[in-house]
């Protein structure tokens, strides 16, 4: 854990817009908890330049209990989400791919044979918040805590230029593909500089972008960089 108090970075600062996140109303009764993969090759049916161009697909997060209904493990064998109205499919794409993945409105994705019809959509521009998370981020099984932090930390030094100073692991998770199990971390980044939460929104970290990994998203409440929040 990396938590070193300093000095407030707000500034002034034009966000770039060539990397957004494009989000599409779904209908959906339910979906499997361990939906990366097979979402990925359903959508790869109508949009195949997808791994080419960088996409990120967001896992369709539900939330973690509602109406008694609790989230289940991981290793929950069969285990269903229950999509509400307001949950969303969300891909951080570049800003020149918006026509082409809008072709996904109208559209109906088998996902693991539970049907998901893809709505109207809404772009979404990335925000320059000081405070920055993801729920999976690529890790080792049998690496530790300190070392995934010295590691990421090493990656973020590399993309951005900044030295990062406030981090935090949270839950474990692991995602399934055929030929391997992925293991992953959540992720919250604190007290970055605009350019910094920026570049690491655009570029995400580590890989499996295309499965939900190393998508950050900002973190309301703690402190933002824009002035007018």
């Not at 918006?98 to 044979?113: R, V």
């Not at 935090?168 to 007290?191: Q, V, W, Y």
Request: proline share 4%.
């Amino acid at each position: 854990m990396f938590w070193q108090e300093d000095e407030d970075k707000s500034l002034p600062y034009q966000i770039p817009d060539d990397v957004i996140d494009l989000s599409f109303a779904i209908r959906c009764k339910t979906l499997p908890l361990d939906h990366a993969w097979i979402l990925l090759q359903s959508i790869l049916e109508h949009l195949p330049w997808l791994l080419d161009e960088g996409v990120g697909i967001h896992h369709i997060h539900v939330a973690e209990s509602n109406n008694g209904w609790i989230r289940p493990a991981d290793d929950e064998v069969g285990a269903l989400l229950y999509p509400s109205r307001r949950t969303k499919m969300t891909l951080r794409i570049p800003s020149l791919k918006l026509k082409q993945t809008n072709e996904l409105t109208g559209k109906t994705l088998l996902i693991g044979g539970h049907e998901l019809a893809v709505g109207k959509s809404k772009k979404k521009e990335l925000t320059n918040d000081s405070v920055i998370f993801s729920r999976h981020v690529l890790s080792d099984s049998d690496e530790s805590e300190n070392d995934f932090l010295i590691r990421i930390s090493q990656d973020i030094k590399q993309i951005t230029g900044f030295t990062v100073k406030k981090m935090l692991c949270g839950k474990t998770h692991t995602i399934n593909t055929p030929s391997e199990k992925l293991f992953t971390r959540h992720l919250m980044i604190a007290d970055l500089d605009s350019e910094s939460s920026v570049k690491i929104q655009q570029s995400g970290l580590g890989d499996a972008r295309a499965l939900g990994c190393g998508i950050f998203l900002p973190h309301k409440g703690i402190k933002s960089l824009n002035a007018s929040e």
